[in-house]
């Protein structure tokens, strides 16, 4: 039997990789843009934004427009590789069953 890929942990949540999927098309996100696109609740969100900036995948920049904070996203370079590994390695676990 052919050895399995691994997959990266930090993408496999269902939630860690739709942000990264969503960050992948656009060069920055609002974190309301993503709230609403993933239908996710602010602390689930925050929690999830925060493991992929501890893993270097995201970058966050905060500031304040008219005295309210805003926080927008963007996936690193070393995010990008990670997405890109991530589709790999699943490809490679499917195998055949993507052709059908």
Same mark, same amino acid.
């Given at each position: 039997?052919?050895? $399995?890929?691994?997959?990266?942990?930090?993408?496999? *949540?269902? %939630?860690?990789?739709? #942000? @990264?999927? =969503?960050?992948?098309?656009?060069?920055?996100?609002?974190?309301?843009? $993503?709230?609403?696109?993933?239908?996710?609740?602010? *602390?689930? %969100?925050?929690?999830? #934004? @925060?493991? =992929?900036?501890?893993?270097?995948?995201?970058?966050?920049?905060?500031?304040?427009?008219?005295?309210?904070?805003?926080?927008?996203?963007?996936?690193?370079?070393?995010?990008?590789?990670?997405?890109?590994?991530?589709?790999?390695?699943?490809?490679?676990?499917?195998?055949?069953?993507?052709?059908?």
């Amino acid at each position: 039997m052919p050895e $399995l890929p691994e997959l990266d942990p930090i993408i496999h *949540g269902k %939630l860690r990789l739709a #942000l @990264l999927s =969503l960050l992948s098309s656009v060069n920055e996100a609002e974190f309301s843009w $993503l709230r609403q696109k993933t239908g996710s609740t602010d *602390g689930n %969100l925050g929690a999830h #934004l @925060l493991k =992929l900036e501890e893993a270097g995948y995201v970058a966050v920049k905060k500031r304040f427009i008219a005295r309210k904070p805003v926080t927008h996203y963007r996936m690193t370079e070393r995010g990008r590789t990670a997405l890109v590994g991530y589709v790999q390695a699943l490809r490679q676990l499917l195998g055949d069953a993507l052709e059908s």
